[in-house]
């Protein structure tokens, strides 16, 4: 577990958006690809790695990129959309288990309770429903499949 003050927790600017991004990529090749088809992983690329719509909701603030950094490096991000809905949540390998992601949580958790939000949404991949589980997100439909996409939708009430 690393000292909370060592994390900085802060929203991405636009410039470092592709950093973002390319993290995402990395982490989920490692850790999420191995549960899915090719299908899904291609879908995965395309749509997010590849995809301008999902750059164009950062540029919009439809979606908001929050980055988690150690002495100035991206070790972790999360996107959260408007409509407090949680689309990616990814820590670099070499910082997992360390209170990343929980302190990326924290951080959105504390912005949207200020707000008047009373839940948070998400769809989990196999890999990561465990850690939802353990940070109070709770199961609200069975896992399912989409496009090769295997996923558990949850729900955090705040």
């Not at 919009?60 to 949680?86: H, P, Q, W």
Request: aromatic share 14%.
């Amino acid at each position: 577990m690393l000292d909370r003050d060592k994390i900085e927790i802060r929203e991405l600017k636009l410039s470092e958006i592709e950093d973002g991004v390319q993290l995402i990529w990395e982490v989920f090749q490692e850790f999420v690809a191995p549960d899915y088809m090719q299908e899904g992983i291609d879908v995965f690329y395309e749509e997010f790695v590849q995809g301008e719509w999902f750059r164009a909701k950062f540029a919009s603030r439809k979606e908001i990129m929050y980055g988690a950094f150690i002495e100035d490096i991206l070790v972790g991000v999360l996107c959260l959309s408007e409509k407090n809905t949680v689309s990616c949540v990814f820590i670099d390998g070499n910082y997992h288990r360390m209170g990343i992601g929980k302190e990326l949580f924290y951080a959105i958790i504390e912005k949207l309770h200020n707000k008047g939000v009373k839940r948070i949404t998400l769809n989990a991949s196999p890999y990561a429903v465990p850690f939802y589980h353990h940070i109070g997100f709770v199961d609200i439909g069975i896992q399912t499949e989409y496009k090769g996409i295997v996923y558990t939708p949850m729900e955090l009430l705040l």
